[in-house]
Antibody, heavy 126, light 111 residues
Framework: QVQLQESGPGLVRPSQTLSLTCTVS??????????WSWIRQHPGKGLEWIGS???????YYNPSLKSRVTISLDTSKNQFSLKLSSVTAADTAVYYC??????????????????WGQGTLVTVSS | QSVLTQPPSASGTPGQRVTISCSGS????????VYWYQQLPGTAPKLLIF???QRPSGVPDRFSGSKSDTSASLAISGLRPEDEADYYC????????????FGGGTKLTVL
C-alpha cells in the first residue's frame, strides 16, 4: 500500500522559505489519478489545506496562502515538495503530506485525502 | 476561524451513541460532498467517512455520516474507549477558485 513520509528542516528563520519533501513508496506519483497534497495543523488547532498538485502539473492552492506557496513534483525520485516563502511564526505547524483524490460529478466536487504521512513539525523562530 | 463549524467537544460513555455536527454554507456542504477524518492522539488524521456517508474498508459500521442542506453529522454508536479522538469534517468550497475547507475539529471524550 502507498506510504508517505515528510522530511525537511524542523527550524526555519522568519522571512526565509520553508521547504519540505514528501517521499512516496508503494506507488508511483506519475501513474495518474491522484492529487499530491499538503495540509498543516497549527499547534493544538485544526487542519488547514495548503494545496494539491496533479501528476500533469495542474495545481490547486488555498487562496489564503497562494501567493507564498509552490508545490512541485520530482517523478524521478517519486517525491513531491512544498515551498512556503516569507514565513512568520504563524507558519509554525505540523505539516502533513497526503495522497489526494478528486472527483467531480454534475455540480458536486470532492477532494479528499487518504492516506496521510505521519507529519513533521516545523517551527519558525529566530 | 474555520469555514465549517463544529462543536469543540463531545462526550459519551461506553456503549452510548454520540453525534458530532458540522455546519457550513451553500458554497461548501450545500453543494458538495462531506468527508470526516479521525485523528487519534499523537497520530495523523485518517479518512473515516467519504462522500457524505460512505465508509472506507476497515472502518466499523458503528461510524455513520449524513448530510442535510448545509449541515452534516457524524454518528458513533456503541461508543468504545478507543474512539476517543479528534474528529474533523471537510468539504470542497466553490467560492473564489475553489478550495478545501475543514471544520475546527471536535474532541470526543469517552467517559
Amino acid at each position: 500500500q502507498v506510504q508517505l513520509q515528510e522530511s525537511g528542516p524542523g527550524l526555519v528563520r522568519p522571512s526565509q522559505t520553508l521547504s519540505l519533501t514528501c517521499t512516496v513508496s508503494g506507488g508511483s506519483i506519475s501513474s495518474g489519478g491522484y492529487y499530491w497534497s499538503w495540509i498543516r495543523q497549527h499547534p493544538g488547532k485544526g487542519l488547514e489545506w495548503i494545496g494539491s498538485i496533479y501528476y500533469s502539473g495542474s495545481s490547486y492552492y488555498n487562496p489564503s496562502l497562494k501567493s507564498r506557496v509552490t508545490i512541485s513534483l520530482d517523478t524521478s525520485k517519486n517525491q513531491f515538495s512544498l515551498k512556503l516563502s516569507s514565513v512568520t511564526a504563524a507558519d509554525t505547524a505540523v505539516y502533513y503530506c497526503a495522497r489526494g483524490h478528486r472527483f467531480v460529478t454534475g455540480t458536486a466536487t470532492s477532494h479528499w485525502f487518504d492516506p496521510w504521512g505521519q507529519g513533521t513539525l516545523v517551527t519558525v523562530s529566530s | 476561524q474555520s469555514v465549517l463549524t463544529q462543536p469543540p467537544s463531545a462526550s459519551g460513555t461506553p456503549g452510548q451513541r454520540v453525534t458530532i455536527s458540522c455546519s457550513g454554507s451553500s458554497s461548501n456542504i450545500g453543494s458538495n460532498y462531506v468527508y470526516w477524518y479521525q485523528q487519534l492522539p499523537g497520530t495523523a488524521p485518517k479518512l473515516l467517512i467519504f462522500r457524505n456517508n460512505q465508509r472506507p474498508s476497515g472502518v466499523p459500521d458503528r461510524f455513520s455520516g449524513s448530510k442535510s442542506d448545509t449541515s452534516a453529522s457524524l454518528a458513533i454508536s456503541g461508543l468504545r474507549p478507543e474512539d476517543e479522538a479528534d474528529y474533523y469534517c471537510a468539504a470542497w468550497d466553490d467560492s473564489l477558485s475553489g478550495f478545501v475547507v475543514f471544520g475546527g475539529g471536535t474532541k470526543l471524550t469517552v467517559l
